[in-house]
């Protein structure tokens, strides 16, 4: 049961410098209530790193829910969600054993992969960006400084007359 990257790609956020998904969102993908998924964690806590898995903070879970990354009507929640890094997302595949668990691990951990290769590719794109822009500006300089050169006033020598001078004999 594969599950299309789109519907996984929208879970992922960035938190702390991390890329993670919530607790809550596994509800949809793994079909385990959030509970169920804690109390499995909780279980094999020893497995989960402060970088595989930490709570929010009360700061954090405010700003999530202001930004409506998490909908107010998120199930009554009294305590701060739990934010799984991807170590962690590739640890709960140990601890849910059930085959839809393993089939959603292997496309969120690809969805990972996928989303880590297009930040490199904007990354990528930014450099070359950047070096057009550099390269660029020296070679307009150029051209703006012809420009400046012909809109500043010239000062005018003055002008001989044309044509020929009659001499008058009287």
Do not use: C
Request: proline residues 4%; charged residues 25%.
């Amino acid at each position: 049961m594969a599950l299309p990257i789109e519907r996984i790609l929208p879970s992922i956020l960035v938190l702390r410098g991390e890329k993670i998904i919530l607790d809550a969102d596994f509800t949809g993908l793994y079909g385990v209530e959030t509970r169920v998924l804690l109390q499995s964690v909780r279980r094999n806590i020893e497995r989960y790193l402060d970088d595989f898995m930490f709570q929010l903070s009360e700061a954090e879970w405010l700003d999530l829910r202001s930004q409506s990354m998490i909908p107010s009507s998120w199930g009554g929640r009294r305590t701060a969600p739990f934010a799984f890094t991807e170590q962690g997302v590739a640890m709960l595949s140990s601890v849910l054993r059930s085959d839809r668990a393993i089939a959603v691990n292997i496309e969120i951990m690809r969805a990972f992969v996928q989303l880590k290769r297009m930040l490199a590719t904007h990354a990528d794109l930014a450099r070359k960006i950047e070096s057009l822009e550099r390269k660029y500006d020296a070679q307009f300089r150029g051209v703006f400084d012809a420009i400046r050169e012909l809109m500043t006033p010239q000062v005018k020598a003055k002008k001989q007359p044309i044509g020929f001078k009659v001499k008058q004999h009287l």
